[in-house]
T-cell receptor
């Protein structure tokens, strides 16, 4: 089955800095890569996703990149703000059913004001 | 829509007791997922349903865990008997119908503590 590795497990940055979270996956058939943000006391919420026919996708201060050859993808947050502090999960899924994702272990991002 | 609803939000019980967690998915969604989150193991998929039918329960840790979905608007996850190692946050999530890149909508979770 799919295996998703996520690094780092904890990331501490100053407000205004950039933050990068990296993930690798094992199943070359995976073609959908969502990123979820989990705020304290809440369930994860989708913030951005990318499909394998695209190498990069941006949404305001958030961007995701995908390298299919190397089987890794990354989340980039620019101009970080304290409200970006949360746990971020990457995931990978392959065609079939409801594209059931395999999640990474999560990255706790702390943005210091 | 109110989103995915879970109850209770917090549950404290003693070892050996039966625990029932409840979930109401978003109306119109036909996939329902149960996850368990712990520091040690991260976010684990326990079981998922499609149109009220269990599709994959390979993530259910052992026979003490069972899940049902009697109708499109309700699902339960039961642990009997409960053990301290079951302490975790349990999430329910639902997805809309159709093959493709479907977002999972998570509920707020139930924090279970087994003493």
């Amino acid at each position: 089955g799919e295996n998703v590795e996520q690094h780092p497990s904890t990331l501490s940055v100053q407000e205004g800095d950039s933050a990068v979270i990296k993930c690798t996956y094992s199943d070359s058939a995976s073609n959908y890569f969502p990123w979820y943000k989990q705020e304290l006391g809440k369930g994860p919420q989708l913030i951005i996703d990318i499909r394998s026919n695209v190498g990069e996708k941006k949404d305001q201060r958030i961007a995701v990149t995908l390298n299919k050859t190397a089987k890794h993808f990354s989340l980039h947050i620019t101009e970080t703000q304290p409200e970006d502090s949360a746990v971020y999960f990457c995931a990978a899924s392959r065609p079939g059913g409801s594209y059931i994702p395999t999640f990474g272990r999560g990255t706790s991002l702390i943005v210091h004001p | 829509d109110a989103g995915v609803i879970q109850s209770p939000r917090h549950e404290v019980t003693e070892m050996g007791q039966e625990v029932t967690l409840r979930c109401k998915p978003i109306s119109g969604h036909d996939y329902l997922f149960w996850y368990r989150q712990t520091m040690m193991r991260g976010l684990e998929l326990l079981i998922y349903f499609n149109n009220n039918v269990p599709i994959d329960d390979s993530g259910m840790p052992e026979d003490r865990f069972s899940a049902k979905m009697p109708n499109a608007s309700f699902s339960t996850l039961k642990i009997q008997p409960s053990e301290p190692r079951d302490s975790a946050v349990y999430f329910c999530a639902s997805s809309p119908p159709g093959l493709g890149y479907n977002e999972q909508f998570f509920g707020p979770g139930t924090r279970l503590t087994v003493l």
